[in-house]
DNA sequence: TATTTTGGTTTCATATTGAAACTAGATGGA
DNA sequence: TCCATCTAGTTTCAATATGAAACCAAAATA
């Protein structure tokens, strides 16, 4: 009766959420890309227990989204940053949010604006598209049977 | 001890995982962007345990991602479609897929493609970009503070 | 050197998950 | 129409995961 694991799925949004499908993964690596780096850092900013961080913190190193590097302050302690792979969840987070600028407030609420550092504008919204840039709606989009090797 | 709700949370990212970010809502969306809509195609398509099921399809109808409509196919039980606000989760679906294919797959893995269905094409990567459309890396973004109010 | 801070781990109560059994109403066949 | 089966759940119960708090060692600070 352990958790359902994913990561045999053939869907590829099941893999990724075996990895960061709970829920703070994403929320760590949404500091991540803030610029948080320490343990207490994160346990800070998220109010996370613990016990909860530190397991999180594992998997993420596991998975190679978090690497764990000497301290940039020159502390013995470490510091935790994102790698590439880490880095490529942008767009994820960035749909996050964007769903949560969206439908995740009422209308006298307000929230810190994510803005385009050179300009000080707000991001554009993402679009899906196609090879040609074309924007696709879901339904202009259809899943393919699983290739068969020879 | 409850699972500790980020539905207050001043950061969007954490109000949209407080909804959908659990191992299953997603997977539940994922399937009906395909056209699933029964109680049981998302039970086999997805092998959850039918009281997870049942308490997931309950948030998602309560968050109004989903609603409950007579069956399409005239029987009595009823299905499940995704809402105007399910929809605008297709970003975060193709955000997560993209990721997936890139860093969930061994080099010998296959996976069903997910194509233009028009041209038969994969889809472009998701860019985030700023309001001129230029594409923006996470080091191109920064956080602004809360605005407060008069 | 003494004290505090940091970065954890351990412990324990509670909540959530998952599997299986169960059930009521819908459907289909004879 | 009656019976069998299917659908869409709910209930029950064991196992796992979570969260709060206590604990601890190493590092930083005074």
Known sequence: MKRTR????SCPIART???VGDWWSLLIVRDAFLGKRRFGEFQKSL???KNILSARLKTL?????LASVPAADGSAFNDY????KGRDLFPVVIALRQWGEKHG???GEHFPPLVDAACGKPL???E???AAGKSLKPQDTILLPMPQEA
Chains 1, 2 share one sequence.
Do not use: K
């Open 17 to 19: 959420l075996d990895v």
């Open 6 to 9: 994913m990561d045999e799925a």
């Open 128 to 130: 899906v598209r196609d």
């Open 81 to 84: 940053v994102l790698t590439q």
């Open 105 to 107: 407030f009422s209308s």
């Open 124 to 126: 554009a919204p993402l």
């Open 47 to 49: 109010g996370v227990a």
């Open 61 to 65: 190193l596991a998975a190679d989204i």
